[in-house]
Nanobody, 125 residues
Framework: HVQLVESGGGSVQAGGSLKLSCKIVRFSTGDYCMGWFRQAPGKGREGVATIDGGRTTRYTDSVRGRYTISKDNAKKTLYLQMNELNTEDTAMYHC????????????????????WGQGTQVTVS
């Protein structure tokens, strides 16, 4: 049974930083495209960042330069370092995975991701 388990969320003041983690159980991060998505209250889910098997990273415009997605294949863990947080970053953050196909591994390709974690809440005030 494949699982994605997020952690690291919390409350932070604007301008602060948080680092999210996503532990993957029963498959290798190296074999999949991994991504972070978020959903703010009253809004649809939004792709934030993706990283493919070759470690190519992609970001949505609103977080580029502030967020960094990375992974540790040995630890089977995906990360999202978030800096310069603002109130618009407040959301439930989910990690997700899909087959490592180049055209799929983009933040805007949410529909292609079929493995999802339960999420971790980030609140910026």
């Amino acid at each position: 049974h494949v699982q994605l388990v997020e952690s690291g969320g919390g409350s932070v003041q604007a301008g602060g930083s948080l680092k999210l983690s996503c532990k993957i159980v029963r498959f290798s991060t190296g074999d999949y495209c991994m991504g972070w998505f978020r959903q703010a209250p009253g809004k649809g889910r939004e792709g934030v960042a993706t990283i493919d098997g070759g470690r190519t990273t992609r970001y949505t415009d609103s977080v580029r330069g502030r967020y960094t997605i990375s992974k540790d294949n040995a630890k089977k863990t995906l990360y999202l370092q978030m800096n310069e947080l603002n109130t618009e970053d407040t959301a439930m953050y989910h990690c997700a995975a899909t087959i490592d196909i180049a055209s799929w591994c983009w933040p805007g390709r949410e529909a292609e991701f079929d493995l999802w974690g339960q999420g971790t809440q980030v609140t910026v005030s």
